[in-house]
T-cell receptor, first 113, second 112 residues
Framework: GAGVSQSPSNKVTEKGKDVELRCDPI?????LYWYRQSLGQGLEFLIYFQGNSAPDKSGLPSDRFSAERTGGSVSTLTIQRTQQEDSAVYLCASSFGRSDTIYFGEGSWLTVV | GESVGLHLPTLSVQEGDNSIINCAYSNSASDYFIWYKQESGKGPQFIIDIRSNMDKRQGQRVTVLLNKTVKHLSLQIAATQPGDSAVYFC???????????FGSGTRLSIRP
């Protein structure tokens, strides 16, 4: 596609359930980022993938959060045993490489009830 | 700690006037700076970027100024229009790290 595609666009889940959020980056982009944005707040870095290098996981808030990127393209962010404080917009972005323009998707709005 | 801060959380501008959004950064090692615009319910949209070897860069109706001496970044929007209403984020990237650090954002509102 022409842009970064994220799914689902909206997800309501019960506390304690696991959720998976998907990101399909722009074709040819080797770098992929996940950020989290709480209501009215800035963007919190979660994880960064660059080609075949080991991902930078330094922003993941707890071991309930994990992400993988298969075949250097699609990425999945998994949140296990969701908590109410996980409610936020999860944004994915991609770029050709580090310090290249980063393009964001529209985000996945997660609500934990 | 590492941070990118904004001087004003909200900015109200008369339609047609120029807007100036300011940002301070704390890490002198940062070598890449970006401005994003985020409209309600949407993902951030790239506006303009600048590298540390430059002090000014112009786009269509927008100009970014970088002052490395005082670690200050600004976004100037000429002839502000109603469609410019959004939250604007500055961001920085360090030369030795991968992640991009975002500021908390400035909301720009346009008075008719």
């Amino acid at each position: 596609g022409a842009g970064v595609s994220q799914s689902p666009s909206n997800k309501v889940t019960e506390k304690g359930k696991d959720v998976e959020l998907r990101c399909d980056p722009i074709s040819g982009h080797t770098a992929l980022y996940w950020y989290r944005q709480s209501l009215g707040q800035g963007l919190e870095f979660l994880i960064y993938f660059q080609g075949n290098s080991a991902p930078d996981k330094s922003g993941l808030p707890s071991d309930r959060f994990s992400a993988e990127r298969t075949g250097g393209s699609v990425s999945t962010l998994t949140i296990q045993r969701t908590q109410q404080e996980d409610s936020a917009v999860y944004l994915c972005a991609s770029s050709f490489g580090r310090s290249d323009t980063i393009y964001f998707g529209e985000g996945s709005w997660l609500t934990v009830v | 700690g590492e941070s990118v801060g904004l001087h004003l959380p909200t900015l109200s501008v008369q339609e047609g006037d120029n807007s100036i959004i300011n940002c301070a950064y704390s890490n002198s090692a940062s070598d890449y700076f970006i401005w994003y615009k985020q409209e309600s319910g949407k993902g951030p949209q790239f506006i303009i970027d600048i590298r540390s070897n430059m002090d000014k860069r112009q786009g269509q109706r927008v100009t970014v100024l970088l002052n490395k001496t005082v670690k200050h970044l600004s976004l100037q929007i000429a002839a502000t229009q109603p469609g410019d209403s959004a939250v604007y984020f500055c961001a920085e990237q360090y030369s030795s790290a991968s992640k991009i650090i975002f500021g908390s954002g400035t909301r720009l509102s346009i008075r008719p």
